[in-house]
């Protein structure tokens, strides 16, 4: 195949794992710290936007936005609009990404009501102007505490709206069990919403993704990586048609592995051998300097899967995407009509 770069920028994507925050442009951060005049300097800005060799986790920047940041809902359809605006730019139709709205609410001071609503402004707003169908997954913040995670979910499910379509749990793993917030997600379901989870993303056991299955009952899994370490169980989950939304440029792994082992040992490599459902995704992507074409790029230089793997992968997202099933089986026919087109003319 010729440009490869240009035939994975022009498939039609999903994504199914970004978080908002994550996605700011630096301008948009440097504006802010300008207008707030927040205690953040020109050269911790730098470091917030340096991917090195060994990466830094990104919270401290998802957290300096709650804390410094945000504080008009008008930043936050901003925000919106500006992720969708790049999705858009590589393919990316139909796009599911998370938000915190605890740290909105504690920190911004943003009531829930008030915040939801400018995100969805901001949805409405890029499908409008950029094609692009965006959809919220509200998401618990996994270091506060079990009683914060069921208030969150209840604003949701009383403030519901087409374009929230579901919750996660986000932030750091370590210490911070699924089965902290399962009455949390039991309230989810009794509320209808759909739900996913992080789980085996810092190296963490593989029953964290058995317990986000079993117990809190999700419908996908967002990284998932240690499922690897117990086949019996990942045969289990390939059974059942579990979608994973995995990172290409996952910071934990980067930082661990060696830079000349990093591609050949990262679990994504194994997963699909297992029989799992990959989905590549973004996650932070301003932070982690990728592109949806990048994540999709990555999946063939450097875990080497071929475009016959790419049009799984494209279906893996179709069918883990909350959509309707009508939706979802004219995508299906219409989106591998397109990809074949492409690839027979690239």
């Not at 948009?28 to 990466?55: C, H, M, N, W």
């Not at 040992?265 to 990728?290: E, F, K, Q, S």
């Amino acid at each position: 195949m010729g440009d490869i770069e240009n035939f994975v920028r022009s498939i039609p994507k999903v994504e199914l794992h970004c978080h908002l925050f994550g996605s700011v442009r630096r301008d948009t951060f440097a504006d802010l710290v300008q207008r707030e005049r927040a205690p953040i300097g020109e050269d911790e800005i730098a470091a917030f936007y340096t991917r090195g060799s060994k990466p830094v986790g990104v919270l401290r920047v998802l957290r300096a936005l709650d804390r410094h940041l945000v504080r008009r809902p008008d930043d936050l359809h901003r925000l919106t609009v500006e992720y969708l605006e790049d999705a858009a730019a590589h393919e990316v139709r139909y796009a599911e990404f998370f938000w915190n709205p605890t740290g909105t609410a504690r920190d911004s001071g943003i009531p829930y009501p008030v915040a939801v609503s400018a995100i969805v402004r901001g949805i409405r707003d890029a499908e409008r102007r950029f094609g692009i169908v965006g959809r919220l997954v509200p998401s618990i913040d996994r270091e506060g505490t079990p009683a914060e995670a069921l208030e969150m979910v209840r604003w949701v499910a009383g403030c519901r709206t087409d374009e929230v379509v579901g919750i996660g749990i986000d932030y750091r793993e370590v210490d911070r069990p699924p089965e902290l917030f399962a009455e949390a997600y039991a309230e989810a379901r009794r509320a209808g919403l759909r739900t996913t989870a992080h789980a085996g993303e810092f190296g963490m056991p593989w029953t964290h993704v058995q317990t986000a299955l079993d117990l809190l009952q999700v419908d996908r899994v967002d990284h998932g990586y240690t499922v690897v370490d117990a086949p019996d169980f990942a045969a289990r989950c390939a059974e059942r048609g579990t979608v994973f939304t995995v990172v290409p440029t996952n910071s934990y792994y980067l930082r661990t592995l060696a830079p000349e082992r990093w591609a050949l040992d990262h679990p994504i490599r194994r997963m699909p051998a297992l029989g799992l459902r990959v989905h590549p995704n973004t996650d932070d992507p301003t932070l982690h300097h990728v592109t949806p074409t990048g994540a999709w790029l990555k999946m063939v230089r450097d875990f080497g899967f071929g475009l016959d793997d790419l049009r799984g992968f494209m279906h893996n997202g179709i069918d883990g995407a909350w959509i309707d099933e009508g939706t979802r089986a004219r995508w299906r026919r219409e989106w591998t009509a397109e990809f074949d087109t492409l690839r027979a003319v690239a």
